[in-house]
T-cell receptor, first 110, second 120 residues
Framework: SQTIHQWPATLVQPVGSPLSLECTVEGTSNPNLYWYRQAAGRGLQLLFYSVGIGQISSEVPQNLSASRPQDRQFILSSKKLLLSDSGFYLC?????????FGPGTRLTVT | AQKVTQAQTEISVVEKEDVTLDCVYETRDTTYYLFWYKQPPSGELVFLIRRNSFDEQNEISGRYSWNFQKSTSSFNFTITASQVVDSAVYFCALSEPLLYSGGGADGLTFGKGTHLIIQP
């Protein structure tokens, strides 16, 4: 069966510091991968998606970037965090028909 | 552009009451999928149901039921005889298959969620 991992589970970072969140999927090959963010009081917003290694599409302009160095690895990064980057970050795999979400990373930027 | 509206930010009911969570969506496509997810305090999203745009049959699963009406672009979710364990944030979401959307992301567009509180 497929499993999706995210780490760290929680993170507190100061403004201006870098960020790296990791997502890995097990039990499937060449998955579509997604990064969503849930800001306080708001729904989940699609940030990035990837259909293959090195292929990244961004849905909204922002301070973040994503990379897919391996088939089942998806990384969310920032060079300098902003207060507005705080939120709950969820990685998912699947398609428009079905998506499976990881446990999420709660990021607090102070 | 696609949009999902969950007008109810928070609902509080007493256990055993029935409760309906509203969801209204907007899309220009004729082929799309609608979803409901549950998010307990742990944060992980739990898949509840998926409907495609060609299937307007209502669905019942135990105490849960869903009413899909294309005429009003609504996909409402009802919990019958609510229980404390139903307390969570519930999200309605919409997706359009890339094949039909003409490109772009095939990720989900979520509503802002409804925080459901079931009081004992």
């Amino acid at each position: 069966s497929q499993t999706i991992h995210q780490w760290p589970a929680t993170l507190v970072q100061p403004v201006g510091s870098p960020l790296s969140l990791e997502c890995t999927v097990e039990g499937t090959s060449n998955p579509n991968l997604y990064w969503y963010r849930q800001a306080a009081g708001r729904g989940l917003q699609l940030l990035f998606y990837s259909v293959g290694i090195g292929q990244i599409s961004s849905e909204v302009p922002q301070n973040l970037s994503a990379s897919r160095p391996q088939d089942r690895q998806f990384i969310l990064s920032s060079k300098k965090l902003l207060l507005s980057d705080s939120g709950f970050y969820l990685c998912a795999w699947g398609t428009s028909y079905e998506q499976y979400f990881g446990p999420g990373t709660r990021l607090t930027v102070t | 552009a696609q949009k999902v509206t969950q007008a109810q930010t928070e609902i509080s009911v007493v256990e055993k009451e029935d409760v309906t969570l509203d969801c209204v969506y907007e899309t220009r496509d004729t082929t799309y999928y609608l979803f409901w997810y549950k998010q307990p305090p742990s944060g992980e999203l739990v898949f509840l149901i998926r409907r495609n745009s060609f299937d307007e049959q209502n669905e019942i699963s135990g105490r849960y039921s869903w009413n899909f009406q294309k005429s009003t672009s609504s996909f409402n979710f009802t919990i019958t005889a609510s229980q404390v364990v139903d307390s969570a944030v519930y999200f309605c979401a919409l997706s359009e298959p890339l094949l039909y959307s003409g490109g772009g992301a095939d990720g989900l567009t979520f509503g802002k969620g409804t925080h459901l509180i079931i009081q004992p």
